[in-house]
């Protein structure tokens, strides 16, 4: 049963990753993306990881892929016209850089396959349930985690002063000068 | 051909397919069918609060009025814009009814109980470790459905109407995400079926309503605005527009947007009942009964079942009752109000849980 849901799951996964790369309407791609998004939290459940997996949707599938659709929406983006393919040159170091990609995956599973280290089977592990990360979070890497929070609320609160608006008083002065200028300039000439 | 199925379903795979089959038929059935039980109370309910009669002619009572309406969404023509994009204008209802019906298999519905053949039967369909995580994720993934159903229609309105209530229910999303982390501190575990035993005992005061108050009333006030009822209903506001995001959709594809939010407000209901009035919980049953009985479980259900019907009868009270929000009003309810009174319970929560008094 898990083989028959791990193929179902990972044809879903490559199968939405191949058409976001390869749809024109930047709309169809984001759709994709969930789908591989989904697809994977399906892998982590199968691989006895259920809080990754919640995680997974709730903040990749949920949060950040709603404001992707949100842009696209509100920007109205037309779909891509199809262009004559430039830096035509780096094609093949494309192609060297996806072979050594391979061969690293390859000689990883093989090393694995061969080592004498023996690892749990995936499906008894503890490493993706709640407690284990809940604990893991808030004792042995609570540093970083606290600087990854503090990071993100600076981001946050750049946010919000570069998009803050200036207020009213102030604004309508500068607009109110603006007119000005522009009717002095269309008087004179 | 046998060895090849063993390999992809594993030993023991009719158990498994069996237990499948009956979950999804399960849900299949249930919520299509609580959601037609609904429509008809909520139409003759509202129709006696403004004293008229409502659907009766259809079945003893007009309780088949539900099937007939769906007969007449399956003839309604079908109707799709010139310019649409027509993959996601089909995908969009169908992710949102997935999305609603998803939630089900989670409810804990009854206490466990001793079955003549099958020994010890909890009653719920799949219990998982993460099964409130699960609830909110499944529920964020329903906003693509409207958002994608205003986009794909191409027609204007339907986007300022998609754009509308999307942008309601992240904002609502949050408080009600942050409602729910006061019981998860007090009960330690996500795991629906044990928050629900935890709340057993004390003729009823271990609920947690009593200690979660402020958590029950944001929960119910964010949970309407999440399915968009009345007073929060601006996605479809019959009085204003025409109507939200699912102007250009007729048919049976309308009729899947209707049954999302109806299921979306089931489901909504027995969480709160869930994790607020004890689930299956009947203050004083462990006094007629012995725990484990089939009389004891068949009360306990009913008693669940009594609890959702009050809260969806809650909604229909609202509707007969309150006007409707206006939209920066309602952004400025939830984001200025509501959010802060969710984190002061979190804090405050977490503060006595710390303390040990609760």
New interface residues.
């Given amino acids: 049963?898990?083989?028959?849901i791990f193929l179902l799951l990972a044809a879903l996964t490559i199968g939405c990753a191949v058409a976001m790369v390869a749809q024109r309407?930047p709309?169809?791609s984001a759709?994709a993306l969930?789908g591989v998004f989904?697809g994977m939290?399906g892998i982590y459940v199968t691989l006895a990881a259920?809080?990754i997996?919640?995680?997974q949707?709730?903040v990749y599938?949920?949060?950040i892929m709603?404001l992707v659709?949100?842009v696209i929406?509100?920007l109205n983006v037309e779909e891509e016209v199809r262009r004559p393919i430039r830096l035509r040159r780096l094609v093949p170091l494309g192609v060297l850089l996806a072979a050594i990609f391979f061969a690293e995956a390859a000689f990883i599973i093989y090393f694995v396959e061969t080592s004498a280290y023996n690892p749990p089977p995936a499906t008894q592990s503890n490493v993706g349930?709640?407690a284990s990360v809940g604990t893991g979070l808030f004792t042995k890497y609570l540093l970083p985690f606290e600087i990854t929070s503090l990071l993100i609320l600076m981001a946050i609160v750049g946010a919000i002063t570069l998009a803050r608006r200036v207020s009213t008083l102030e604004g309508g002065r500068t607009r109110l000068r603006a007119t000005e200028e522009t009717r002095s300039q269309t008087s004179a000439d | 051909m046998y060895r090849l199925w063993v390999?992809?379903?594993?030993e023991g795979?009719l158990a498994?397919l069996a237990t499948f089959i009956t979950a999804t038929t399960a849900i299949l059935i249930v919520g299509p069918l609580m959601m037609m039980l609904f429509t008809w109370i909520e139409r003759r309910g509202i129709a006696y609060m403004q004293d008229r009669k409502g659907p009766n002619r259809v079945g003893p009572g007009g309780v088949l009025q539900p099937f007939a309406d769906l007969l007449k969404f399956i003839f309604k023509e079908e109707i799709v814009p010139d310019k649409s994009?027509r993959?996601?204008y089909f995908?969009a209802p169908i992710i949102a009814v997935t999305s609603a019906m998803m939630t089900l298999i989670v409810y804990p519905f009854g206490p466990r109980v001793t079955l003549p053949y099958f020994g010890q039967v909890e009653l719920v369909i799949a219990r998982?470790?993460?099964a409130l995580?699960?609830v909110?994720?499944?529920t964020?993934?329903g906003?693509?459905g409207i958002?994608?159903a205003?986009?794909a229609s191409n027609s204007k309105y339907s986007?300022m109407g998609?754009?509308r209530s999307?942008a309601q229910m992240?904002s609502y999303e949050l408080s009600l995400g942050l409602s729910l982390v006061g019981v998860i501190l007090m009960s330690g575990t996500?795991d629906l079926y044990e928050i629900v035993e935890q709340q057993s005992g004390w003729y009823g005061f271990k609920w947690n309503i009593f200690p979660q108050f402020i958590g029950f009333v944001v929960y119910l006030t964010s949970a309407i605005a999440e399915t968009n009822r009345v007073p929060f209903d601006l996605p479809e506001a019959e009085t204003e527009l025409v109507a939200g995001f699912h102007t250009e959709y007729s048919a049976l594809k309308f009729a899947l947007f209707f049954m999302a939010e109806y299921i979306n407000m089931f489901t909504v209901s027995v969480l709160a009942t869930t994790l607020f009035l004890g689930g299956w919980n009947v203050p004083g049953l462990a006094l007629l009964f012995a725990p484990g009985s089939i009389p004891f479980a068949v009360f306990s259900v009913i008693g669940f079942f009594v609890k959702v019907f009050f809260f969806l009868f809650l909604y229909i009270w609202l509707r007969g009752t309150l006007p409707r929000f206006r939209f920066d009003q309602l952004m400025a309810f939830g984001w200025k109000f509501l959010l802060p009174v969710a984190l002061l319970n979190v804090v405050l929560t977490a503060t006595l849980v710390w303390l040990g008094v609760l």
Wanted: glycine share 6%; aromatic share 18%; charged share 0%.
């Fill in positions: 049963m898990t083989i028959l309407n709309l169809y759709i969930i989904l939290a259920p809080f997996a919640a995680i949707v709730i599938a949920g949060a709603v659709v949100f929406m509100l349930l709640t | 390999f992809l379903f594993g795979w498994t994009t993959f996601v995908l998982f470790d993460i995580l699960y909110l994720a499944v964020s993934i906003v693509y958002a994608l205003g986009w986007l998609g754009l999307s992240i996500l």
